[in-house]
């Protein structure tokens, strides 16, 4: 599997790739709304959620999302920038988990984790100011295009932005 830094730009995917993220996030949407409850299409899947404070609005959003799927979630505190080990630790971090999401790294640190790990590296995901999140601020604009209401919109713009990220995670993982 190609290792990467997913989503360093708004521009990192095609529109039609973009599509398909919202075709699958809207499948993802129904299902949690029906009742039925989500697909655990994330069953055995185990990610590491590295950051410094796990319990950060972003970290939650990322752990609440991957283990609404079945995914495992273990939480890595990031051992700061000091060159000794970091590449055993990527390679280690790459043998232990499925991929990685990165919350607070620099840009050298997460392309020399991306190049070593060997395991899809998320850049933030869970983040707000994450061009995921942008992106479902438009969806949810198109979804109530000549409909008002403040409260409806910030509750749409949360569904669309946590359907959004399992739908990134589900993309790249199954």
Known sequence: ???????????????????????????????AADGSGLPQLL??????????????????????????????????????PQESGRRGRAALLGQLYDAIECQGLSEAELRQLSREAGVPVFDGIGNP??????????????????????AKTAALQERNRHHLLQALLCSVLT
Do not use: I
Request: glycine share 6%.
């Open 1 to 31: 599997m190609p290792t990467s830094v997913l989503y360093r730009t708004p521009d990192a995917l095609s529109r039609d790739a973009l599509l398909a993220l919202t075709a699958s996030a809207a499948r993802l949407s129904r299902a």
């Open 43 to 80: 069953r055995g899947k185990r990610l590491a959620l590295l950051s410094d404070d796990h319990d950060s609005p972003a970290a939650v959003a990322f752990q609440r999302a991957a283990t609404e799927l079945g995914a495992h979630v273990a939480h890595v505190r990031n051992g700061g």
């Open 129 to 150: 100011d994450h061009p995921l999140h942008a992106f479902a601020d438009v969806v949810t604009q198109q979804e109530l295009a000549g409909t008002p209401g403040a």
